[in-house]
RNA sequence: AGCGAGGUGGAGCAGUCUGGAGUGCUCGUCGGGCCCAUAACCCGGAGGUCGCGUGGUUCAAAUCCCGCCCUCGCUACCA
């Protein structure tokens, strides 16, 4: 029987710009997605937005919209994105999808029942400038970071998330379940501020409506996180979906690390479903040495990132560069020279060079010795172990080999019909293992390669000039 | 401040968990080869006291332990 494989991207904010941070993310899951279909895994893979919220009310009554058909207008842009980058989900959920709406309701309800819920008051400063409330630490000298004004300390009406009441229970199930927090450097992190201890969570707000209603009270809308994270969930309650939850993995941003490690396994441990196997957080980009910043214009949207060398050499870069989860610098030059060196003048040169010496002449079927020196093994452990740069590095090893042995073999004076069997074998086992990161690319050579006269074809990653 | 990560030839990395000659990779640089191929490919050289203490453990430390310096990240209702 097939084995199942469930991985989810976080649910974006809508009025974000596809930037290379949600790239970075979806195209991991997506490669995963991949390399488990290769698997033979029946695959799940689940991205989608994030729709509720006060912002996007406040931003659709700017717009002369309702809300809903707000993000509805926003949300091409991300399917536009994801269609662009070959990402192959299953399914893109919206908060705002009933099946969603009707699982959180039920969850809340199950977990008011147990009593994890009760009515409190919430605290904060309030700005009337940002209509919005701030923790006191985000104040400057009680004052508002934005309009240096002074924030109104102001008490609402909310319910609470009994949180503090699972630290016990989280530091438990982090002990028997070594691997959640993942990658390890994250897991101390989390584990040394739960045993800090927890605050009960505000769930529900009373002062905007868009979102979902409280079920035992009407009043009150559920608020952000509750709502958000239980999409991984809810996507899973659709007819032939049910054996796909518990997730394998859910792919965040360190960002969210603390929301995935400590709220999502609580709520689901309060309600009585179980906890996925494993969360883990990648790193983040820099842009040229600099925090990637919205307001100062230093962010690489995807469009930006694809026009630079195409969408393979994008995926490739990102997922090569850097150990997934640590942090990476992108710059322009830094993607062009991994094109021009590794995609360009290695791998697409033995494709050209092999095909063209193939046309010429012939193949004749023999044992290869050559494919042994790939390591397959290896490599499929990097990528189960997210090391995907590991992976690709192997992969290109092996490509270097191909090349050497082009050379020595002196394949253009012996036009050896055997040699050329072995790389024309070699080169289809490497368009397989370049597929999850590589789609477009490896579907080309494999269509070349498999084909009953294989011709020199056309160049496959063309060399960029780049003066820095 | 607390917690976490990192400091390896000119640049970027791997190697550290499970100690064994400073090993490896990419770029750059110098020299050679080849001409099938995208001025691509192949071979060889130069270049490092592996942040510091000339600290501890050990027959042996980039790797384990201690101290210090520097850089970066996280510190909760903010998606």
Redesign the pocket.
């Known amino acids: 029987m097939a084995k199942k494989f469930y991985v989810t991207t ?4 809508p009025n ?1 710009i596809p930037h290379i ?2 790239a970075y993310t979806t195209i991991a899951a997506d490669i995963l997605a991949r390399w488990h279909k290769i698997k033979g895994d029946e695959v799940f893979f689940l991205t989608g937005t ?1 729709d509720h ?3 996007i009310a406040q931003a659709a009554e700017k717009a002369g919209k309702t809300p809903k058909r707000f993000t509805d207008d926003l949300i091409p842009k991300f399917k536009n994105a994801w269609k662009k980058l070959n990402i192959e989900y299953d399914r893109f959920i919206r908060t705002t999808d009933k099946d969603h709406e009707k699982i959180v309701s039920e969850v809340l309800q199950k977990v008011y029942d147990k009593g994890d819920i009760y009515k409190g008051v ?1 605290e ?1 400063f309030y700005c009337t400038g940002c209509e ?4 006191e ?2 104040l400057v000298d009680g004052k508002c970071p934005v309009h240096k004004t002074k924030a109104e300390k102001l008490k609402e009406e909310s319910y609470f998330f009994k ?1 503090s009441k699972y630290q016990k229970p989280l530091l438990k199930f982090y002990k028997e379940n070594p691997d959640f927090i993942s990658p ?3 897991k ?2 989390i584990i ?3 045993k ?8 529900s707000r009373a002062n905007f409506d868009w979102g979902i209603p409280l079920p035992f009270d009407k009043k009150h809308v559920c ?3 509750f709502d ?1 994270l239980f999409n991984y969930y809810s996507a899973t309650r659709q007819k032939g979906k049910e054996k796909f939850w518990p997730a394998d993995v859910h792919l965040i ?4 690390s ?2 995935h490690c ?1 709220y999502w396994p609580a709520f689901l441990i309060s309600a009585g479903i179980k906890c996925p196997e494993k969360v883990f957080s990648h790193g ?1 980009w820099t842009f040229d040495k600099e ?1 990637i910043s919205k307001s100062r214009g230093r962010v690489i949207n995807v469009d930006e990132l694809i026009s630079i060398a195409g969408v393979d050499s994008a995926r490739y870069f990102l997922l090569r ?3 997934f989860g ?2 990476g ?1 992108f710059s322009k030059e ?1 993607l062009i ?2 094109h021009n ?14 095909s ?2 193939i046309e010429k002449n012939r193949i004749e079927k023999t044992e290869n010795k050559l494919l042994r020196k790939l390591k397959v093994k290896q490599i499929t452990e990097f990528i189960d172990n997210y090391q995907f ?2 992976a690709l ?1 192997d992969i290109f ?1 092996f490509i ?1 080999v191909c ?2 042995y ?3 073999k ?4 012996t036009k050896d019909k055997k040699v050329l069997f072995e790389l024309k074998e070699s080169i289809l086992k490497i368009a397989d293992l370049l597929w999850p990161f590589i789609p477009e690319s490896s579907e080309k050579i494999k269509k070349q390669f498999s084909a009953k006269k294989i011709k ?1 074809g056309e ?5 960029i000039k780049w003066k820095p």
């Open positions: 976080p649910i974006y904010y974000d941070g949600h994030d919220g006060k912002k919430y904060g919005a409330y701030y923790t630490k985000d949180l390890k450097k994250r101390q992190e040394n501020r739960v800090e201890g927890l605050r009960d969570l505000s769930i608020y952000v996180w958000a941003g360190k960002d969210i603390w929301f400590v983040w925090k560069a850097t150990p640590d942090d610098d830094a020279k991994r060196g590794e995609l360009a003048n290695k791998l697409g040169n033995l494709i050209l060079r092999v063209a010496l740069d590991k590095s090893s270097d090349n050497e082009v050379q020595n002196k394949l253009w004076e020199k160049i496959l990653f063309k060399k």
